[in-house]
């Protein structure tokens, strides 16, 4: 019996002594963290602690590593957590739900050391950490920290992407100075990831001149805010015009801050200030490329480059630069000029300008005036009548309706006028200096003037007359402009009358009287025409008969020679007969015997008729008159008319004619008288 007590008694002693090593032994594992927690036996918390040290009674600031351990029975509480994981890509913020009180103004707890990165909870106390979100994260890694005491809220790394910027917001530090936008710079802290340096280093409270450029950040996102925004491209073909919001006060009667050295093209805001950059419209500008400029410290605008393309100038008026020396009343009526032309630096019109190319031009220190210096064209006329005017060379730059005028006569006429004109390089700022642009010289100078020259000059002179005189009236506006652009150093080239409409029933009138005059010339031609083709027609027939009139000029030809040899012939027997002692009267006989033979001879040749012409035509030859005119048209069959009486006349005319037609016998040959 004895044996069996002492068997069992020894076994609940085994027992109880296995219940009290399990309450003893507590193993954490290698991922794992115990929480400690205090039941009996110690001292209460002081007043205003939540966590337990060493000795007090409540969940212990220190933790439990892994491992097995071994705790008195009944007197701890142990609860197994995971350990704090920060990824590659994350952060770790921190708030400690005990410690000090903050400092008066401060936000975040300061940094204290010792603690090993928040895994040594006691250590965090005794040195003096303080309750609230810490200025420290947790980096990437893992740790063993006691989230009774710290809870830690695990976020994302800030990255800023290639193209952007960050724009960031402290949210404790100092205050900023009175009058300044933005809080200063300071050092040491690496891009805004050490809060402790940037509070140490007296940063301020509120937007921050400083950027985080492209690139990946463990920052307190509690201690600093980011707003990633764009960084400022300016493409090709742009610049961009710059207006700082914060800096010196720009000084009175200057429109552009002065240009300052040093600040990277705006990227160094803190060299800007330093350097004495004014607050307001910058001289300095921004070439096409990528910059990273805070946009809470300077505003961009974009802007075109200026273009001057050929042809054209560009007159520069620039608002920065000394005060040009004010001319006198008469030095400025001297040069026909209301404002100033100057050399380069000083402010004004600039005397130079700039020619053909591509200008990164800051439109705020300085106005460019497009000045084209080819001839311009401005029409008054229907869209319709000068669609396809103009020379190469030319450019119209302004279309008004044709001008309406009264005549002196009281008739309305609408005329088209065309004024060319051309600014010369040189003078192109003297003529800004004098007009402002060409379009003011349009509107203001060359218009009223052109309307006016018409109107006066219509007014004095008959419609039809100021229409005839087309060329005389063009003149005289044209003296006028030429006169008149001079005075705004504008050379006119030319001043054209397209076209003058006059009303429809003086131009009926017009035309009745142009057709009836035309119609006259008409019928002066029509009878000169129809007497010259009565000349040809003569003509033609003359030739026709051509071969007639050779063969009668021989047949005459052999008549004579036949009449001189008879004559010869009949002398020599005279002669004879005169040496044989004939009387006078038979030389008188054989005279008269050979010619009558030589007259029968030329009978028989020619004819009756006609021989009795040839020795009229001859007769009055000789004796030197015309009594008919030169040319005699007739007509029958009879020995009067025809080819003989065309012959006969042109003998009495005293034309040369060598022998008369030869002529078929119109019967038999009548005998000798």
């Known amino acids: 019996m004895i044996p069996v007590l002492v068997v069992a008694g020894v076994a609940l002693f085994v027992f109880a002594i296995l219940v009290m090593a399990g309450d003893m032994l507590v193993n954490i594992g290698g991922q794992q963290v115990g929480i400690l927690e205090r039941r009996y036996f110690g001292r209460g918390l002081p007043e205003g602690r939540v966590v337990a040290m060493k000795g007090e009674v409540g969940v212990m600031a220190r933790v439990l590593p892994p491992g097995l351990h071994v705790l008195p029975p009944f007197l701890y509480k142990v609860r197994k957590q995971p ?378 002179t008959e419609a039809m007359a100021f229409m005839q005189d087309r060329a005389i009236e063009q003149e005289k506006a044209e003296d006028r402009a030429r006169e008149e652009l001079e005075k705004y150093h504008v050379e006119c080239v030319r001043v054209l009358i397209s076209q003058i409409i006059l009303p429809k029933e003086l131009m009926d009138i017009q035309t009745r009287r142009v057709i009836a005059a035309q119609q006259q010339a008409m019928f002066v031609e029509q009878q000169k025409a129809e007497r010259e083709r009565i000349g040809t027609e003569n003509t033609r027939a003359q030739a026709d008969q051509q071969i007639n009139l050779v063969t009668a000029q021989i047949g005459v030809q052999v008549a004579e020679q036949t009449k001189q040899k008879t004559i010869i012939e009949a002398e020599g027997r005279a002669r004879a007969v005169e040496l044989e002692g004939n009387a006078e009267g038979t030389k008188i006989r054989a005279v008269g015997e050979a010619t009558a033979e030589a007259y029968e001879k030329q009978q028989q040749a020619v004819g009756q008729q006609n021989l009795f012409g040839i020795e009229v035509a001859k007769a009055i030859s000789t004796a030197g008159l015309k009594i008919t005119p030169d040319i005699v048209v007739s007509g029958g069959a009879d020995g009067g008319g025809g080819i003989f009486g065309a012959f006969l006349a042109q003998m009495l005319a005293g034309n040369r004619v060598v022998a008369p037609p030869q002529l078929p016998p119109a019967g038999p040959t009548p005998p000798a008288a």
Do not use: C
């Open 83 to 460: 350990m704090v994981i920060v990824a590659e890509d994350e952060v770790g913020i921190i708030e400690s739900i005990d410690g000090r009180a903050l400092d008066p103004g401060r936000i975040f707890a300061r940094r204290v050391t010792g603690h090993d990165t928040f895994q040594d909870g006691e250590k965090f106390l005794m040195n003096g950490g303080q309750k609230g979100t810490q200025i420290d994260i947790l980096p990437p890694g893992q740790f063993r920290i006691n989230t009774y005491l710290f809870r830690i809220r695990v976020e994302k790394a800030l990255i800023v992407p290639s193209g952007g910027v960050g724009v960031v917001t402290a949210r404790d530090g100092q205050p900023i100075e009175p009058g300044r936008l933005l809080a200063r710079h300071v050092d040491g802290h690496t891009s805004f990831q050490d809060g402790e340096a940037f509070l140490i280093s007296g940063g301020q409270r509120g937007p921050q001149i400083e950027l985080l450029l492209p690139g990946r950040y463990r920052l307190n996102k509690d201690m600093f805010s980011v707003d990633v925004q764009g960084a400022t491209i300016v493409q090709a073909n742009q610049v961009g015009l710059v207006t700082a919001k914060d800096g010196a006060p720009l000084p009175s009667g200057e429109l552009v801050a002065v240009n300052v050295q040093g600040h990277n093209d705006f990227q160094d805001a803190s060299a800007f200030l330093a350097s004495g950059g004014q607050r307001g419209p910058q001289y300095d500008l921004l070439k096409p490329g990528t910059y990273y400029i805070n946009p809470l410290m300077f505003d961009i605008k974009l802007d075109q480059v200026q273009v001057v393309q050929r042809g054209e100038v560009a007159v520069l008026v620039s608002n920065v630069g000394k005060e040009p020396e004010r001319p006198t009343t008469d030095e400025r009526l001297a040069h026909a000029q209301e404002r100033y032309v100057v050399p380069a630096g000083f402010r004004g019109i600039q005397a130079e300008v700039a020619g053909p190319g591509v200008y990164y031009l800051n439109r705020w220190a300085y106005i460019a005036y497009i000045i084209p210096t080819t001839n311009l064209t401005v029409d008054w006329a229907e869209e319709t009548i000068v669609s396809d005017v103009g020379q190469p060379g030319e450019q119209r730059v302004q279309l008004f309706n044709p001008l309406s005028v009264i005549s002196r006569d009281g008739f309305e006429m609408k005329v088209s006028v065309k004024v060319i004109m051309r600014v010369r390089p040189d003078q192109a700022p003297l003529m800004v200096a004098k007009i402002g642009s060409v379009q003011n010289l349009i509107d203001h100078v060359i218009h009223p003037m052109i309307d006016s020259s018409f109107r006066n000059q219509a007014s004095s």
